[in-house]
């Protein structure tokens, strides 16, 4: 099983500091667009390995909206992993429209 994102997780986008015993939040120094995709692409399989999630609109719009920035900046691999999200996302719209 896929666990969430978590504070520490290689993939958690933020640091987070105690700054004059308040928490300060913000972006890792070294956060890129590789990382972000990787995060998306993390987050999408997180919610495919629940039954009940697919064909959902939330799911449907995350792949399309994600994919957006893998097409623009992301590896090789980033694209082929969304390209398989993207036939996934056409085979629900198609069955969404049958039924």
């Known amino acids: 099983m896929i666990e969430p ?6 993939l958690f986008p933020f640091d987070i500091e105690i700054v004059n015993g308040q ?5 890792k120094k070294d956060w890129t667009d590789e990382k972000e995709i990787d995060l ?8 495919l390995q629940f039954d ?4 959902s ?9 994600c994919s957006i920035r893998s097409r623009k900046v992301g590896t090789e ?3 082929e992993r ?4 993207l036939a ?12």
């Not at 998306?40 to 919610?47: A, G, K, M, P, V």
């Not at 609109?57 to 909206?65: E, K, P, R, T, V």
């Open 88 to 99: 996934l996302r056409e085979e629900w719209l198609r069955t969404r429209s049958t039924t």
């Open 23 to 27: 928490e300060r939040v913000t972006l």
């Open 82 to 85: 969304f390209l398989e999200f």
């Open 77 to 79: 691999k980033q694209k």
């Open 5 to 10: 994102i978590k504070p520490g997780d290689d």
């Open 52 to 55: 009940n999630e697919h064909r």
């Open 57 to 65: 609109a939330g799911l449907i719009n995350m792949i399309a909206s």
């Open 40 to 47: 998306d692409i993390r987050t999408i399989d997180y919610w």
